[in-house]
């Protein structure tokens, strides 16, 4: 390894494979045999072409930001720091793309491409440290997913490593390509399962002239929730709806000192961009909505740098969560927009019947919701419980037409309720999939489509 | 033996929000040099799941402890005192191993616990540097019986201030003729409210590099209506000693500050060194538990202020003298960090007639001066010293303006090695105040 990589390149000790056993997900972790720090593609097709003969799980990384426990070495093997294929290659103002490493933050893309006044729309909670290329891999989302999608909703084109080391490419500049399978998609979402991303070409969209930030605060999640379908009734797609329960507020508040009311139920956070009087038209709208179905307050952002405040709070949410017990467990259920109040509903029945403490914030625009439980990883009773829990919220979900991630990914968190969601024939034809890429199984093993799932429990390698 | 707070460990979600604010993370890109992977190491100590060995003190002694994490952490972390549990956690273990290095326990033991041989270490510099022994020394290269860090270092320092100087300072400075408070207590005695006692914290370095912003420091006070006090018996913070694990000692020194203070009799005491006024308002915690100096510490530390925050809080000065320069500022870690105090000092700076401020691109950065850390770990602290120097070329400023002896002197190491000592200055925010008076 150290031949290919450099002596510099390779991590071996114990310190340093301690390091790379986690990710930001809770309680899991395992150490790998080995991290290595390839800088070219080159470099990294040898890398993969070794593994893959002595059949060394391989599990790709960028931040660790991910918290589905996708980059958890769980098989031990080579973890792959993606970190150094930081460079952006070109922004390409006639083609409207832009080409980079997978290992660039997502924050520096957003500033690189705004700086030649383009927009990268998905915007991670997790942006100011993720990488791209990990956003790709998972299928990143964010919050403006209601009005401009997600991650995959702009990959062009990839240069991806299969595991015999054999270097492809899929996709380019054009807008318009249908030439065979979409082996693009395919790529994007696929946690590392199927081959390491080497360039990503991305596209982009002119930066939004102006945007604006209303916030709206309710009696009843239900009111919250009607607001929502209105407003995308009466034919206004917003940027982002975003909504916080009142466990949620009263944390984010004590963090970031916005003054945000304790007696409600329920916020709603409201970003409009584009041009400016269809903004201006579009909030006040929204505002009339909003009083008309029960909104106790409606208060609109008077300058950007209020708004964005109003916003930074929303992104620190899972994070000032935390604070309250030892362990965070965040999840990802989502359900069609339609069934948010029920869903919320049933969260706050089901946290009560299992006795937990269950927050819960998302994107009410797009039904993604992130029901957030406070527990104590050293309490195993409670962890039963919590386990319990989460399982009777995603079958719920998925009776409500929902599915059991919006945008975190499988990885290993998710491995056991993926059969429910797309039934045996779906996952016999992904397992066929992932064995004409890989046929020797080595890339990022035990996530997605493997087998046997686990308990959410600490997994220490020997 | 030191154990870490299990609950502090957990509260960390490794979310990685920190990962971007850490200066040694974003020179190595490395998880190991990352708050995140700190902790986690720290969480593999507390479990079992590692020694406490070479590896582990080497990762523990990378970090600067300038807590820009502390900043970046919504979850809040506190993560400069795990580091310090750590690093007790490292000396407690090698000194039952008896294996304390002689560089360390000859500052941290022989010099830094005893104020009057830090004055000797001041005459003995002044000496050197007033008799050209120390132009001699550079040139037949006698400089190299130093450690290449310590040699390297001591180019930034400016000539100080002789012993004869020194013994002139006056321990009580009245309040100044011509300052509005001045007016005030001269107003029928009905009106007069006591001019307020400030007692100044003179600091070990401070004094014997900076002895002559100390002075300036009392003259401003003094020109803000205050009586200022060279407290007798204070002390070394104790700060370096808490970050190097040696918590008994910066404790023993802590205690002699209190007690001298308390002798001064005054209602604030004011610092100018970020580092060291960090270090004092933790009094309180470090003595939490002890019944017998909880509330003293309490007290010592709710009349401690930065000179910054205090100028403040007291009526403002009127800067008479225009300064006309491009001024920037480099924020102290644990000013910024450790004590919140961020605007204040920028306000002062732009207060000051014919200043053209501009704010340096990421201000509140670590510099890598860190205490002793660009003695200790010198290549790191000049990656990241340089990369800090692109940026002050940046901003086309002439001044630098730091709050805080040890980036003072990082800066004018980093303005020499940087070629720009033409152009750029380093100056202490409280000299240039002074200047303008």
């Known amino acids: 390894m150290t031949e290919i990589v450099g002596r510099e390149g390779v991590l071996t000790t114990p310190n340093s494979l301690y390091a790379y056993s986690f990710d930001a997900t809770p309680i899991l972790r395992a150490n790998p045999d080995v991290v290595v720090i390839p800088r070219t593609t080159e470099q990294l097709a040898q890398v993969l072409r070794l593994a893959d003969a002595h059949k060394i799980p391989v599990i790709p990384r960028g931040s660790g930001t991910n918290l589905a ?7 031990g093997g080579i973890v792959l720091n993606m970190t150094r294929f930081n460079q952006i290659y070109e922004i390409d103002e006639k083609n409207l793309t832009v080409t980079v490493g997978p290992g660039v933050i997502t924050a520096d893309l957003h500033k690189a491409v705004e700086a030649a006044g383009l927009f990268y729309p998905p915007d991670p909670g997790s942006q100011r440290i993720s990488t791209i290329g990990g956003n790709v891999a998972q299928c990143a989302g964010g919050m403006r997913g209601l009005k401009y999608g997600v991650t995959k909703d702009y990959v062009l084109g990839l240069e991806y490593v299969l595991p015999s080391g054999q270097v492809l490419r899929a996709g380019g500049k054009n807008y318009k390509d249908v030439a065979g399978y979409d082996l693009t998609r395919l790529l994007v979402g696929s946690e590392g399962t199927l081959a390491v991303i080497t360039e990503l070409t991305l596209k982009l969209l002119p930066l939004p002239e102006t945007k604006r930030t209303l916030v709206v605060f309710c009696e009843q999640m239900v009111d919250a929730a009607r607001i929502v379908e209105r407003t995308v009734a009466d034919k206004i797609i917003p940027a982002t709806m ?65 708004g964005a405040k109003l916003m930074a709070a929303r992104r620190s949410a899972l994070a000032a969560l935390s604070r309250l017990r030892p362990t965070t467990i965040l999840e990802d259920a989502t359900v069609p927009r339609a069934r948010l109040a029920d869903m919320v509903e049933a969260v706050d029945r089901i946290a009560d019947k299992y006795q937990v403490q269950i ?37 719920t979900a998925l009776e409500l037409g929902g599915t059991i991630t919006g945008e975190h990914g499988v990885g290993m968190a998710k491995l056991k309720y993926l059969p429910q969601r797309v039934g045996e024939g779906g996952m016999e034809l992904m397992q066929a999939i992932k064995r004409a890429f890989d046929p020797n199984g080595i890339m990022n093993p035990g996530k997605v489509v493997a087998r046997s799932a686990r308990q959410r429990i600490v997994v220490n390698q020997p | 033996m030191s154990s870490f707070d299990m609950n502090e460990l957990l509260n960390c979600m490794h979310c990685g929000f920190c990962l971007p604010s850490c200066p040694t993370f974003q020179q190595t890109g490395l998880e190991t040099y990352s708050p995140r992977g700190r902790i986690a190491l720290m969480k593999g100590v507390a479990e079992g799941t590692l020694p406490v060995d070479a590896e582990f003190e080497q990762n523990m002694y990378a970090c600067l402890g300038c807590r820009a994490c502390e900043t970046a952490c919504p979850a809040g972390v506190q993560y400069g005192a795990l580091i310090e549990d ?58 190299k019986v130093l450690p290449r860090e310590m040699a390297q270092m001591q180019a930034a320092v400016d000539t100080v201030a002789s012993p004869a100087k020194r013994k002139r300072r006056q321990e009580v400075v009245g309040p100044d003729s011509t300052s509005r408070r001045r007016k005030e207590l001269d107003a029928p005695a009905a009106n007069r409210k006591p001019a307020m006692r400030v007692g100044t914290f003179t600091g070990c370095i401070m004094d014997v590099m900076f002895y002559d912003t100390n002075q300036a420091t009392a003259r401003l006070l003094a020109k803000a209506g205050c009586t200022v006090v060279f407290a007798r018996h204070q002390v070394c913070c104790g700060a370096l000693h808490a970050h190097s694990g040696e918590k008994a000692d910066a404790m023993e020194l802590a205690k ?51 000179i910054s925050e205090l100028l403040a809080e007291l009526p403002p000065l009127s800067f008479t003298k225009p300064v006309e320069a491009r001024v920037t500022y480099q924020d102290s870690c644990h000013l910024a960090h450790g004590q919140g105090v961020r605007n204040q000092p920028r306000e002062l700076i732009r207060s000051i007639p014919g200043v053209d401020y501009v704010e340096l691109q990421n201000a509140d950065s670590c510099c890598g001066s860190a205490g002793i850390y660009n003695i200790t770990n010198y290549d790191m602290s000049m990656r990241i010293l340089d990369e800090k120097m692109q940026q002050v070329a940046n901003t086309k400023a002439n001044l630098v303006v730091t709050t805080n002896p040890g980036c003072l002197l990082q800066m004018k190491k980093g303005i020499l090695d940087a070629g720009l000592s033409e152009r750029v200055q380093a100056v202490h925010i409280v000299d240039l105040l002074n200047q303008a008076l």
Not at chain 1, 69 to 75: A, F, K, L, N, Y
Not at chain 1, 363 to 388: F, K, M, S
Not at chain 2, 95 to 122: C, E, V
Request: aromatic share 8%.
């Open chain 1, 69 to 75: 426990g996708g980059t958890i070495p769980v098989e």
């Open chain 1, 242 to 306: 975003e909504f916080l329960d009142q466990a949620t507020m009263r944390v984010v508040d004590e963090f970031s000192h916005l003054g945000l009311p304790r007696d409600v139920a329920a916020m709603l956070l409201i970003e409009q961009d584009g041009p400016e009087q269809q903004v201006a038209r579009d909030i006040d709208r929204i505002a009339q909505i909003a009083r008309k179905e029960g909104a106790v307050d409606v208060q609109v952002a008077k300058t950007p740098e209020e």
């Open chain 1, 359 to 395: 927050c819960t914030f998302g994107h009410a625009g797009d039904g993604n919701l992130h029901p957030t439980c406070l527990t104590d990883e050293r309490d195993r009773e409670e962890i039963n419980r919590v386990e319990q829990a989460f399982e009777e919220i995603f079958q």
């Open chain 2, 86 to 143: 750590a690093r007790e956690l490292i000396e407690d273990r090698k000194k039952a191993r008896k294996r304390t290095s002689f560089a360390r326990s000859a500052t941290l033991k022989h010099l830094f616990m005893h104020p009057q041989r830090i004055r000797w270490g001041g005459h003995v510099l002044w000496a050197m540097q007033a008799s050209g022994l120390q132009k001699f020394a550079e040139q037949t290269g006698l400089m």
């Open chain 2, 256 to 306: 002699q500050n209190i007690v001298a203070f308390e002798q001064a009799d005054v209602e604030l005491i004011v610092n100018n060194a970020g580092g060291c006024g960090a270090a004092l308002k933790e009094y309180a915690h470090w003595f939490k538990d002890d019944p017998d100096w909880a509330d003293r510490s309490r007290q010592f530390v709710s009349k401690m202020r930065d």
